[in-house]
């Protein structure tokens, strides 16, 4: 049940994705801009590319082994496409420089973050808290 409700949760996702993307374009094509140096869309396509491949291999290769030897027989369409979606892992970008590429762009956005707090508690004044309370959301808990 595991792989399919990954797999759900994926195709979910993609769908998402696609009609963010969609907007962006024509938001994009209305300005005059491309969309090639629009970094949060790429690191995001970029972990979707990583983590959807990955768990269609792995859904396929637990298919094979639950079907035993008859896993490899062409009838089943079981080696057809575990050999395409092989494949996929390095098409169009290795998915660990994809996922490099997403988390990258994840800790560059939370040093920003954490930079915009640290400068707005040093502009106020630190009150009686510590350097490291400088993370803390409004509520006080850490975001």
Not at 5 to 18: D, G, H
């Amino acid at each position: 049940m595991a792989l399919y409700t990954q797999a759900y949760s994926v195709t979910i996702i993609s769908e998402v994705v696609e009609r963010y993307t969609a907007g962006l374009m024509d938001d994009a094509l209305c300005r005059g801009e491309d969309l090639q140096s629009n970094r949060p869309l790429q690191a995001l396509v970029a972990g979707l590319k990583a983590y959807s491949t990955w768990a269609n291999v792995a859904c396929l290769q637990e298919c094979r082994e639950c079907t035993g030897g008859m896993g490899f027989m062409m009838e089943n369409r079981i080696p057809s496409l575990k050999c395409d979606s092989d494949v996929f892992v390095t098409f169009e970008g290795d998915n660990m420089v994809m996922l490099q590429h997403h988390i990258t762009h994840q800790q560059l956005q939370i040093s920003t973050r954490y930079k915009t707090k640290l400068a707005q508690y040093s502009q106020h004044g630190h009150h009686g808290r510590g350097w490291e309370d400088a993370g803390e959301d409004a509520v006080g808990g850490r975001e």
